[in-house]
């Protein structure tokens, strides 16, 4: 959805530069992930949806890491770098350098606020157009609000200044409305008053919040508008605000999933990435993980305790405790329970793939059948195809993978091993405990016969004293009492 104000220019900046030392972690703390897309692919994806002229990321920790993001997240957009000068407000100040020619007003949006809604970024540029304002906040009001800058009125409720915690004194730490770090500017004030902040506070930074307190000095409005929200005004400093954030975003999404007319059965285990795509009456069983670009046809069941990475599933299918991952699951087909596919696995329409069953790299024909206990890798199967219990395709000769192709209509035994390269023909069967080396003709029936051999007395001469050779003597001896009588009664 694209939101217009009005006919003014509406440029964004949002801020990617720093490197998040609480997180405690090796990746930037903005390339940290939630419903299946870094944090601040969240952020360029909700300023993208308010159709703005321009946008412009700042980035500075792991440049290049950032930078790749946020391309990936939205090719058209201005990646800037911040030099060595710390703070918000000289990141805003080389973002401006990069709208040299814009006249209009500025979105500042922080790239660790992943949950604001377009919608509400919306209405605070309309509320800052409609009051004439320098600068509008978007601020939120907190039962606690260690750790966030304040938001600080004057006697009539108009903002005087923002206060950083540290800064703060005891009565401006008690504070309840706190600022959310999305601002709107008019370009104009926002170039003539940010050249005049210094970095004279407890951090040695820039900061972009000394912006307001210079506003009202030269008598200019500053407004700030509450978000509806607090808790998407939020941004995230640690694991701790990763995980609600995660949570929060989750429950936003199946609940737009239900509301879809998807059946969901119990949303607090049920995780659901904001790129995948439901159909009405899909059902989504408790502990399922449903992640990045997957689609799941309509009537389809899915689950319990599932999980499917980028995967396809068609209309009626039934995926049960299933791990799934770049597999395309066709129509009406049935896949689980304990099945794990890998990477390249295709089940056609009103296909199987049954309990412990690994498939990689694999087509698996419509109304074809691997029912369990088996290993299909790098293979084709054709359509009507029964594959017995614990078939493997050894496709990996220690040098190179080998493909196994086996034709329409095919019937196998259990315990059979392929050993690729190798074809099965068309219609043809193989017997039990068969390991087929050699291609199989149409309708041929393929063996590996060896006769049966019998060594009498083996446990008890070898496993003397066990319980096995214990038992054995009895039977045997019960064995000769029976086959004594028989003979006498002859």
Not at 182 to 199: C, D, I, K, M, P
Not at 373 to 385: A, E, F, K, R
Not at 427 to 441: S, W
């Amino acid at each position: 959805m694209t939101h217009n104000n009005d006919d003014r220019s509406l440029a964004v900046i949002v801020l990617a530069a720093g490197q998040g030392t609480r997180m405690k972690s090796s990746t930037p703390k903005v390339l940290h992930r939630i419903g299946g897309r870094p944090l601040v692919g969240h952020v360029i994806d909700t300023a993208l949806a308010l159709g703005p002229d321009r946008v412009v990321v700042v980035v500075r920790h792991e440049r290049d890491l950032v930078a790749g993001a946020v391309v990936d997240a939205a090719p058209g957009v201005v990646v800037v770098d911040q030099d060595e000068v710390p703070g918000t407000g000289r990141a805003v100040e080389l973002a401006l350098d990069a709208l040299d020619d814009f006249t209009g007003d500025v979105l500042v949006l922080s790239g660790d606020v992943p949950l604001l809604e377009a919608d509400t970024l919306a209405s605070l540029v309309a509320a800052h157009r409609q009051g004439a304002a320098a600068a509008t906040v978007l601020s939120a009001v907190l039962d606690d609000a260690t750790g966030y800058g304040r938001i600080i009125r004057d006697a009539d409720g108009s903002v005087t200044r923002i206060v950083e915690q540290k800064d703060a004194t005891e009565d401006e730490a008690s504070v309840h409305e706190i600022n959310a770090g999305v601002y709107v500017f008019e370009v104009q004030a926002l170039r003539a008053h940010l050249s005049l902040v210094g970095t004279a506070n407890a951090q040695g930074e820039k900061y972009l919040t000394d912006v307001v307190a210079l506003l009202r000095d030269s008598r200019l409005v500053v407004a700030a508008a509450s978000a509806p929200d607090a808790a998407a005004a939020l941004g995230v400093n640690d694991r701790v605000q990763l995980s609600e954030a995660a949570r929060l975003l989750n429950a936003r999404t199946v609940r737009r999933w239900q509301l879809e007319g998807v059946t969901i059965l119990d949303p607090a285990t049920t995780w659901i990435d904001v790129d995948v795509t439901l159909a009405p009456d899909v059902t989504v069983l408790p502990n399922t993980h449903l992640l990045r670009a997957t689609s799941v046809g309509a009537g389809a069941l899915i689950g319990p305790d599932t999980s499917l990475v980028t995967c396809e599933v068609g209309e009626n299918a039934v995926v049960t405790r299933a791990d799934a991952t770049l597999a395309v699951i066709g129509a009406g087909a049935n896949v689980g329970p304990f099945a794990y596919l890998r990477p390249g696995t295709y089940l056609g329409d009103k296909g199987k793939i049954g309990t412990f069953v690994e498939t990689k790299n694999s087509t698996i024909g419509e109304r074809s059948k691997v029912p369990h206990l088996s290993y299909i890798g790098d293979t084709t199967i054709g359509s009507g195809v029964n594959l017995g219990a614990g078939a493997i395709t050894a496709n990996y000769d220690d040098l190179t993978k080998h493909r196994t192709e086996i034709g329409d209509e095919v019937h196998t035994g259990s315990h059979n091993v392929f050993v690729a390269p190798v074809r099965i023909g068309d219609g043809a069967k193989t017997g039990a405990g068969a390991v087929i080396r050699k291609d199989v003709p149409a309708g041929a029936l393929a063996l590996s016969v060896a006769p049966q051999r019998n060594v009498e007395g083996w446990v008890e001469k070898n496993r003397p004293g066990t319980g096995a050779a214990d038992v054995a003597a009895k039977a045997r001896s019960a064995q000769k009492a029976d086959d004594g009588a028989q003979e006498e009664d002859r």
